[in-house]
């Protein structure tokens, strides 16, 4: 049994997650205690609570301590099973954060899954479904898997009613992969969504984009989506290279000015747009598990968080891997190396 603060590091709930995800693949029991004790909420919320309930359902797993608020969670997982599930998170609560907990797992399942999941598509302190598609997804197909993901309802904080289904096909062993350089830009473009909101917030967010970024036509994107599926707001800013791909997303809220909302998403941007790093620092987060579950990789990113140092500590209690990370000035480096 391996157990685990919930406390350490930066306290949320990054660390049950890559939990769950680990200790499926692996087949190793854990238990957590102090879950997201690092939030004003502390204990599971609904997004976290169907993760745990996910996890159980596809791992046949033993579960103690799956309910709303609990903050402590035995997880004890059987064998990884493919095949169709729902699951509803019932709030505005991360579609993609579920998603991402169970998706490595099923490449080790006994056959291809499909997976939907309704809750919330776009939500701040989480990413949205376009960031799996146009970012993280693109990287885990050059290491060998097969998944797709289609948006079929967007769903914003703090009404929800999004869903997205998810394809993923067995792949029992993940190919390294090294992501130094980023290569020539390709394309850059920004998206405003609005749903059940007047469409002139996502124009003054596009307006200053465009003149923040030097962007115009076909670079400056409205995004109407039907009424019924907000309301809500949220700028996307693309940025597609020849190794990679970025998405930067600011969220509106109310009493927050359109303006505001594009300088904090081109503030994400021009930092990582600066560093000359392959990968930003959320993308950053997401690749350092599938690396290690590769047995090996390493990436540059404009930013180390303490969500990243924090997630390799949980990986590291899970599988035989060393993962350095070295802050620079303008950018830093993480490696991944197995050490068994």
């Not at 693109?138 to 948006?151: F, K, S, Y």
């Not at 992501?179 to 200053?208: D, K, Q």
């Not at 590769?294 to 035989?320: C, K, M, W, Y």
């Amino acid at each position: 049994m391996i157990e685990l603060d919930g406390a350490v590091g930066e306290g949320g709930g990054q660390i049950l997650r890559s939990a769950l995800t680990l200790s499926m693949i692996t087949g190793q029991a854990f238990c957590i205690n102090n879950i997201r004790a690092g939030r004003k909420k502390p204990g599971l919320l609904r997004q976290h609570l169907v993760a745990v309930q996910a996890a159980a359902e596809i791992s046949g797993a033993t579960v103690t301590g799956a309910q709303l608020g609990s903050q402590m969670l035995v997880f004890a997982p059987k064998g990884i099973k493919g095949g169709d599930y729902q699951f509803a998170i019932g709030s505005a609560g991360s579609c993609t954060l579920v998603l991402q907990t169970v998706m490595l797992a099923l490449l080790h399942a006994d056959g291809p899954s499909t997976v939907r999941i309704s809750g919330g598509t776009h939500n701040p302190m989480a990413p949205p479904a376009q960031f799996l598609e146009r970012a993280y997804l693109p990287l885990l197909r050059r290491m060998g898997a097969d998944i797709g993901i289609e948006l079929l309802r967007s769903g914003f904080y703090p009404a929800g009613g999004g869903c997205i289904v998810a394809t993923i096909a067995p792949c029992a062993q993940l190919r390294q992969l090294t992501l130094m350089e980023r290569g020539e830009r390709t394309n850059g473009y920004a998206e405003g969504f609005v749903a059940g909101l007047p469409g002139s917030i996502a124009l003054r967010e596009l307006e200053c984009v465009g003149l923040g970024m030097g962007w115009s036509g076909e670079q400056l994107r409205m995004r109407g989506l039907p009424a019924d599926q907000g309301p809500g707001n949220a700028l996307l800013i693309t940025l597609e290279y020849e190794h990679a791909s970025e998405v930067f997303c600011a969220f509106g809220e109310k009493m927050v000015r359109a303006e505001m909302v594009a300088k904090d998403a081109m503030h994400e941007a021009r930092r990582y747009i600066a560093s000359n790093a392959a990968v930003g620092e959320h993308l950053a987060d997401q690749l350092m598990l599938p690396m290690a579950l590769a047995g090996g990789g390493g990436f540059t990113a404009d930013v180390i968080s303490q969500h990243a140092t924090t997630n390799a500590e949980v990986i590291g209690r899970f599988l035989p891997v060393a993962i350095n990370l070295e802050e620079g000035e303008q950018r830093s480096t993480c490696t991944v190396r197995a050490t068994a």
